[in-house]
């Protein structure tokens, strides 16, 4: 039990060191942990996504309270939501305690801005990790595709392009229209 429950700390602790980028960036740390573990589905993190999207506060600490909680129950959320926000909080007194070095050395600023490019690269296999659960379903005879859920993937995505300057607000309004619209065809 307590070699589990360490494990389960190392493994948030892991998905906070490196999942750079905010909150989305720890959802492809979360499906390597279900595919390595028993101790959630890809599905289960599909609904961690969905949950924690759904309520108030960071996500990437709400999926990684959930994802503990599932695991251990409170003192596993409790454990994985620390574990994941320790590296930040190490990392950012290491930072503050050299800021002035930190501001003007070229090679911290050109590594920083490189780090933009992972940044896009975790984003972008999080969206797939999400989108491939809800657009394709694995049968027996292969892969059975959605249109209406892939049709309407590309009308958000355009418009997120298009408009990317909205309230988050309108965008869930606009998502749940659209869904609503093709869910009607169905």
Same mark, same amino acid.
């Given at each position: ?17 490196f999942a ?11 499906? =390597?942990i279900? =595919?390595r573990m ?5 599905? =289960? ?11 108030? /506060? ?9 994802? /503990?909680y599932?695991?251990?129950?409170i ?12 590296p ?7 930072i ?6 930190? =501001?003007k ?10 780090l933009?490019?992972?940044v ?18 694995p049968?027996d ?12 993937f590309?009308v958000?995505l ?12 309108i ?12 869910s009607?065809?169905?």
């Open positions: 039990m307590l070699s589990e429950v360490l494990l389960l700390c190392f493994e948030f602790f892991k998905t906070g060191l750079i980028g905010g909150g989305l960036a720890t959802i492809p740390f979360l499906y =390597d279900a =595919d028993s101790w959630f589905t890809r599905y =289960d993190v599909a609904m961690f996504i969905a949950i924690s999207e759904a309520t108030p /506060g960071p996500v990437g600490i709400n999926m990684a309270t959930y994802a /503990g599932k695991v251990f129950g003192f596993g959320g409790i454990l994985s939501t620390l574990s994941l926000v320790a930040s909080i190490i990392i950012i007194l290491i503050a305690k050299f800021l002035k070095e930190f =501001d050395n070229k090679f911290v600023v050109g590594a920083l801005y490189s933009k490019a992972v896009i690269a975790l984003f972008i296999l999080a969206l797939w990790n999400v989108y491939s659960v809800t657009l394709v379903t049968t005879a292969g892969m059975t595709f959605h249109p209406i859920e892939i049709i309407s590309i958000m355009f418009l997120a392009i298009k408009f990317k300057k909205l309230n988050p607000l965008w869930i309004g606009v998502g749940a229209v659209i869904g609503i619209i093709f009607l065809g169905t």
